[in-house]
């Protein structure tokens, strides 16, 4: 019988480091996905709440308590990270997400710019706040981005595509990392 050895989606890849820029793995356990039933939203943040000192999530916003987060997920979904659900029992469906995406943070001087080559979303912190979180493409594939520091982005992809969010990422690094090099900045 063979043994099965359970791996985190960006295992062996990260943690990279280049210049002022650090790629490292997030494995935040359980991940939830909350969809409320229809006419439950209030319902399941007031649950959610008193549970967790967290309400379901506005669209394109997160929130974080006590190693807990929640971030938007799309309409009517959010995902719940680092914490169990509370009982949601008829107020919604709720599915475990644990090992369905690969979640990096992104952190240093030049966070920004090293998204602005892949990202077609405005991420300057004058318009993407702390807790704002976005749906968009990074490169070609699907992603939520969420700033969860002055510095500092967490951005989720599905797992299959960890390999490539890590490659893509690396790239935007190294280039900024070059062209701060070769200006002397």
């Given amino acids: 019988m ?21 790629l490292t793995e997030e494995t935040p ?4 996905s909350i969809a409320p039933f229809k006419g439950q939203s209030e319902a399941v943040s007031e649950r959610l709440e008193s549970a967790l000192g967290l309400k379901f999530p506005a669209p394109n916003r997160s929130a974080s308590k006590s190693g807990a ?7 009517g979904r959010a ?8 009982d949601l029992a008829g107020l919604a469906a709720l599915t475990d997400q644990s090992d369905a995406n690969a979640i990096v943070t992104l952190k240093g001087e030049g966070a920004e710019d090293a998204l602005a080559r892949l ?3 405005d991420l300057r912190a004058a318009h993407f706040k702390r807790g704002h979180t976005a749906r968009t ?3 070609h594939m699907s992603a939520s981005i969420t700033r969860t520091g002055v510095d ?22 190294e280039s900024l990392h070059a062209r701060r090099s070769h200006l002397g900045q």
């Fill in 29 to 32: 356990d359980p991940v939830t």
């Fill in 152 to 173: 500092s982005f967490e951005i989720t992809v599905f797992r299959a595509m960890a390999g490539t969010l890590v490659h893509e990422l690396t790239e935007a690094m």
């Fill in 69 to 75: 987060r929640i971030v938007w997920a799309g309409q």
């Fill in 137 to 139: 493409f990074l490169g």
């Fill in 119 to 121: 990202v077609p979303v």
């Fill in 2 to 22: 063979v043994d099965l050895i359970a791996k985190s989606a960006c295992a062996g890849l990260l943690p990279i480091t280049i210049g002022s820029l650090t």
């Fill in 79 to 86: 995902l719940l990270m680092g914490a169990a659900a509370p």
